[in-house]
């Protein structure tokens, strides 16, 4: 990866994405962050604890999760990129699938915007690639309302990989520069417990379709039912599956714990014979 920019990151060294949900009902940390100033300081603990982008998510797609009205989606989101961005340094990005809200928090100070719904809204892949925005594509089966209601696949592997090479395709004809996209294969998004392991453990092979791979583990509803302990309680479990991932060439880990995944992001580095990235 030596030489791989993406959203102005090196990724010679793996990069954490600090999540921060501005919503009420997100699985682990709704309701937490709703207020700007709370928003704020959870943003600069992340920053500081080394996250190298924020992602602000204004909608919960928690399995069973109802859709956001869009006015509602905007009220909570955009506030908190214009104070983020105003006081951090860090890059800021948006997790959604409104071309309107996309704009409007591009506007605000966001510059990646990821979609677990990968840009399939009318007007989405056209807002990005206008936009200049670097992106991570998703891969989700349905909506999260519905999509744990029985999913099926001829092959999870080979089924993911086609679709985010599909949709990496789509961006690039409507204008998204090839280097702006990363990919993520959507872990707990329509998907059994089966498919997220078959997932787990062939990572590699979405790690050598040439995009920079994300991965969001952290403390998921798989690691609870391997471990049997509420989110709370998961942060080890998270820690060992961001060090598979790592292990299997991601270059992204989405996290809501910064400080531990630097640990082991550290550690990981140094075992192989790197120099670590500078906390």
């Known amino acids: 990866m030596r030489g791989l920019f993406w959203a102005g990151l090196d990724l010679v060294h793996p990069r954490i994405v600090g999540v921060l949900n501005v919503t009420p009902d ?18 600069m603990q992340l920053a500081g604890e080394g996250a190298d982008l924020i992602e602000i998510g204004g909608e919960s797609t928690r399995p069973g999760a109802q859709a956001v009205p869009l006015e509602e989606e905007r009220r909570r989101v955009i506030p908190v990129v214009e104070c983020i961005a105003r006081v951090l340094p860090v890059p800021i990005a948006i997790d959604t699938s409104q071309p309107e809200i996309m704009q409007a928090a591009h506007e605000a100070g966001a510059r990646v915007i990821n979609d677990v719904r990968g840009f399939r809204y009318p007007g989405a892949l056209a807002t990005v690639a206008r936009l200049k925005v670097s992106i991570c594509l998703m891969h989700m089966r349905g909506e999260p309302g519905t999509m744990q209601i029985q999913p099926v696949y001829d092959d999870v592997l080979g089924d993911v990989a086609r679709y985010l090479m599909d949709r990496a395709e789509a961006a690039q004809v409507a204008g998204v520069t090839r280097a702006d996209i990363a990919i993520d294969p959507g872990f707990g998004f329509g998907k059994t417990q089966l498919h997220n392991l078959a997932l787990l453990g062939g990572l590699e092979h979405f790690s050598r379709l040439g995009y920079p791979l994300m991965v969001g583990l952290s403390r998921k509803s798989m690691i609870g039912a391997l471990t049997g302990r509420p989110p709370n ?41 790197a120099s670590p990235a500078a906390a």
């Open 233 to 273: 309680e998961r942060l080890a479990g998270s820690l060992a599956a961001a060090c598979l991932a790592l292990a299997s060439g991601a270059r992204l880990i989405r996290t809501h714990d910064a400080a531990e995944t630097r640990d082991v992001i550290r550690i990981w580095e140094a075992a192989r014979g």
């Open 26 to 43: 997100s699985f682990y940390d709704g309701g937490r962050y709703v207020d700007t100033s709370r928003a704020l300081e959870q943003a």
